[in-house]
């Protein structure tokens, strides 16, 4: 339609050199525009030929929709007391119309996306989820509050206040662009944890043992009609280097065990050590400008190799609230954290590999373009757990990783997650993580009141594990003792 006119004639303000070819999608035309700007060659493609195809496919958009758990249509015959058309580009939105139905007429008006937070990120995931970059979605709320979707337009005919604003947000992008590799990503993490009674198997509340702030701390969830704190969080220091980051995080771990150093209490990560308590392990990202490009680059190049060496009983329960695919949180400090992952911190050589893969990845996004998940397949087997079918898929991953220059710097401490792969083999949840860490417990000593403070919610029942033979060598400066046992790990083929 005429918005194509639109964008071509600003990128031709801006000088450098235009092409256009019609390109037909589905039944319909559209203007595939390519446009030189600036000394980079990095590559930056908005809305993709598939993502529009996925969009214009009703069947498509509804079957992805029930894959990732979001309501589409109204098919229980609820009314739908309000709607609102969400304008999208790159995880921002640009407008909100608002309509409000009365008994005796329509209240139209433009809101603030502050206003209705969680449609606006509703209506950004599923941009995401289609493969597009830019689109408006409609979505309707019953009288219940509860959203269905009701389209999905990637060229939508949008007001001249929404043109002005998507051009500018157009020639932010291609600015940042172009000064994006003077820029070193810093990263951080606020992995979790869980503790047990060791005897027993019973959950102890975190809060027994750490604070609500510092280094080592307790999350914010609480026990149902408790004032007891399940979830444990370790929040190491920043840095640019993730084997520094890997130190600190060490660090995090001995202050945690000054704090509960009883041998009757253990240490378990991964998805859920016990049924209805998610735990992730989140990877911050500064110094970078979050958008579905990076996102996209994460869930692919991150998510999925983490996925393939997940345990799958527990991941698959933690997916239907947490993990899902561009899982991420804006923080404060105007950077953002990737929580699509289990807990990584079941051994010292996963949290290395997860550490570097996410240095790798957040500092070269842009070369990193392929999407495992543009298909209603890859994002159910995701959900499911169905490590056979997307295990094929990571040996292109992982060639496009090692084409990478980076990934010499790295290439030690990545192999471990790419022997995992290709040995079928999964982390264990039920080992004590002290022990993969070489956290050694000198003192010895139960803690005493276990039994009285103990949860009545038991640990998961997981297969019998068998160890891992070789423990690689590190080199200088990122090495990391485990336990003289060496971890633990399963084989997918116990399932």
Not at 39 to 68: A, C
Not at 218 to 224: E, G, K, L, S, T
Request: net charge positive.
């Amino acid at each position: 339609n005429q918005m194509s006119e639109t964008i071509k004639s600003f990128l031709e303000s801006r000088g450098g050199s235009i092409s256009c070819r019609e390109e037909l999608i589905g039944a319909s035309v559209y203007l595939s525009i390519s446009a030189k700007c600036g000394s980079s060659d990095r590559e930056y493609k908005i809305n993709s030929p598939q993502g529009i195809l996925n969009s214009i496919n009703i069947e498509f958009v509804e079957q992805i929709l029930r894959v990732n758990g979001i309501g589409h249509e109204n098919t229980s015959g609820d009314i739908l007391n309000r709607e609102y058309e969400v304008l999208v580009f790159e995880m921002s939105t640009i407008s909100i119309k608002q309509k409000i139905y009365g008994k005796a007429s329509t209240q139209i008006k433009y809101i603030q996306e502050d206003q209705c937070k969680k449609i606006a990120d509703l209506a950004k995931r599923i941009i995401y989820l289609m493969g597009l970059d830019y689109g408006m979605v409609k979505i309707g709320l019953t009288g219940a509050r509860k959203a269905r979707v009701l389209s999905v337009n990637s060229s939508p005919l949008i007001r001249e206040m929404d043109i002005k604003t998507l051009l500018r947000k157009l020639d932010r992008l291609i600015s940042n662009t172009e000064g994006m590799e003077s820029q070193e990503v810093k990263m951080g993490a606020d992995p979790e944890f869980m503790l047990a009674n060791a005897r027993n198997g019973r959950m102890v509340p975190a809060s027994q043992f750490f604070p609500r702030e510092g280094i080592v701390g307790c999350d914010n969830i609480r026990i149902p009609s408790r004032q007891q704190r399940p979830v444990a969080e370790l929040r190491p220091k920043p840095d640019y280097s993730p084997l520094q980051l890997l130190s600190n995080l060490k660090q995090a771990l001995y202050s945690a065990n000054t704090l509960s150093p009883y041998r009757n209490i253990k240490w378990l990560a991964g998805s859920q050590p016990f049924g209805g308590y998610s735990i992730g392990g989140h990877i911050h990202f500064s110094n970078v400008t979050l958008n579905n490009h990076i996102l996209r680059a994460l869930d692919n190049y991150v998510g999925l190799p983490l996925f393939l060496i997940e345990n799958q009983i527990t991941a698959v329960k933690r997916r239907k609230k947490y993990g899902f695919l561009a899982d991420f949180r804006t923080k404060d400090y105007g950077g953002f954290e990737y929580r699509t992952p289990g807990s990584w911190l079941v051994s010292p050589e996963v949290t290395t590999a997860a550490f570097c893969l996410g240095k790798i990845v957040a500092s070269n996004y842009l070369q990193l373009t392929r999407n495992c998940f543009i298909t209603i397949e890859a994002q159910r087997a995701f959900y499911e757990g169905d490590q056979e079918y997307l295990r094929p898929l990571f040996r292109d991953i992982w060639a496009d990783i090692q084409n990478l220059s980076m990934y010499n710097s790295f290439s030690e401490e990545l192999q471990f997650i790419a022997d995992m792969i290709q040995n079928d083999m999964n982390w264990d949840e039920r080992v004590d993580i002290r022990k993969t860490w070489g956290i050694n417990n000198a003192s010895r000593r139960d803690y005493k009141n276990t039994a009285k403070l103990s949860s009545n919610v038991p640990a998961n029942s997981l297969q019998i594990s068998r160890p891992q033979t070789s423990n690689r060598n590190r080199r200088s400066g990122s090495s990391i003792r485990t336990a003289t046992s060496g971890p633990v790990f399963t084989s997918t083929h116990n399932f």
